[in-house]
């Protein structure tokens, strides 16, 4: 984890005030669980449930955390709560605290700035979880070499131990395990894993505002980065997304392969926002386990669709991906 911390802490410098974490708080939930992992290990149980999960994949800006945020607001299920995710050392201490605060018990908020989620209890992408358990020293895909140190046994049973804490499937919200899918699905053959797609021109436009939005400028790359990350950097800033979005893309496509067809779903985000409860009824029964599918316990009317289609920029990006290939 030590590669990443430095490069979570050079990524924080670099962002505009209103993002910018704490180092002294960051801190501080570093040193808070070192003190209770000993403390979490006696309230694991790693008895297999039997229990599905719920893995929303998709490219930066698709949708994804607009679909966890539908799941969790309807389904009778748990999620990485914004609380949660402050313990990603000792995930079962932050999920048992979420539990005895109710926090799957309350409606969430369907609204969010660039992925970050509303409220104590808004669903979070659990990335420094996700950035240890797969080894990553930063945002940029890994080769499959790093796949034979990760310690999948290790993962397996702390995303059981979480089950088990809840006695409900998990949805988790991060594309990290999409780029090694077929040996994460191994370790997790009763869950489902949900890809997002929406227009890539939108997805585009999007990505550049996200980056000035959290770093003041165009040219702070955002979200994950392609193997070759250091040649697309010497890219101006809209041929390097269009690179980001079909690099992950093509990364996603390989490793989808590896997954059966009734482990996966695929959904587009104008189909989300005009019929979200035909998507969670499509989730919800693909999500059949011991104890039954889950219960709808909340319905959500159609969402606003958002599209950059009038914008300048949307054609600008419509014409690269159509007529750029892939470096």
């Keep these: 984890m030590k590669p990443a911390l430095t490069f979570l802490e050079k990524e924080n410098d670099l962002r505009v005030t209103k993002y910018r974490k704490s180092p002294s708080d960051e801190a501080f939930l570093r040193e808070l669980q070192k003190k209770l992992k000993n403390f979490e290990q006696g309230l694991r149980d790693e008895t297999e449930t039997q229990l599905p999960n719920i893995y929303i994949l998709g490219l930066p800006r698709s949708g994804t955390t607009l679909l966890s945020q539908v799941l969790a607001h309807c389904l009778d299920v748990a999620w990485v709560t914004n609380l949660m995710a402050r313990f990603w050392e000792v995930p079962?201490?932050?999920?048992?605290?979420?539990?005895?605060?109710?926090?799957?018990?309350?409606?969430?908020?369907?609204?969010?700035?660039?992925?970050?989620?509303?409220?104590?209890?808004?669903?979070?992408?659990?990335?420094?979880?996700w950035l240890k358990w797969f080894l990553y020293p930063g945002v940029q895909i890994q080769p499959r070499e790093i796949e034979s140190r990760i310690d999948w046994g290790g993962l397996r049973k702390t995303l059981g131990a979480m089950n088990a804490e809840v006695r409900k499937p998990m949805i988790y919200k991060n594309s990290?395990?999409?780029?090694?899918?077929?040996?994460?699905?191994?370790?997790?053959?009763?869950?489902?894993?949900?890809?997002?797609?929406?227009?890539?021109?939108?997805v585009g436009v999007s990505i550049y505002h996200?980056?000035?939005?959290?770093?003041?400028?165009?040219?702070?790359w955002w979200s994950f980065r392609p193997q070759n990350y250091k040649t697309l950097s010497r890219l101006k800033p809209l041929e390097q997304i269009?690179?980001?979005?079909?690099?992950?893309?093509?990364?996603f496509e390989r490793e989808i392969q590896g997954v059966p067809q009734s482990r996966l779903l695929f959904v587009d985000y104008r189909e989300l926002c005009r019929s979200p409860m035909k998507v969670v009824e499509r989730v919800r029964r693909c999500l059949e386990n011991p104890k039954g599918i889950p219960d709808v316990r909340a319905k959500v009317a159609p969402l606003k669709f958002r599209t950059h289609r009038s914008q300048k920029l949307y054609r600008e990006f419509k014409n690269l991906l159509n007529h750029t290939s892939l470096i």
């Design 176 to 202: 990290i395990p999409a780029f090694h899918l077929k040996k994460f699905y191994r370790i997790q053959k009763k869950s489902i894993f949900i890809f997002m797609s929406r227009d890539l021109a939108d």
């Design 242 to 251: 269009q690179q980001q979005i079909m690099g992950l893309g093509t990364a």
């Design 92 to 129: 079962v201490v932050g999920l048992r605290l979420s539990r005895l605060l109710g926090l799957f018990d309350q409606g969430v908020k369907l609204s969010s700035d660039y992925a970050v989620t509303d409220g104590i209890n808004g669903p979070h992408e659990f990335g420094y979880f």
């Design 210 to 220: 996200a980056r000035i939005r959290r770093y003041g400028a165009p040219d702070r």
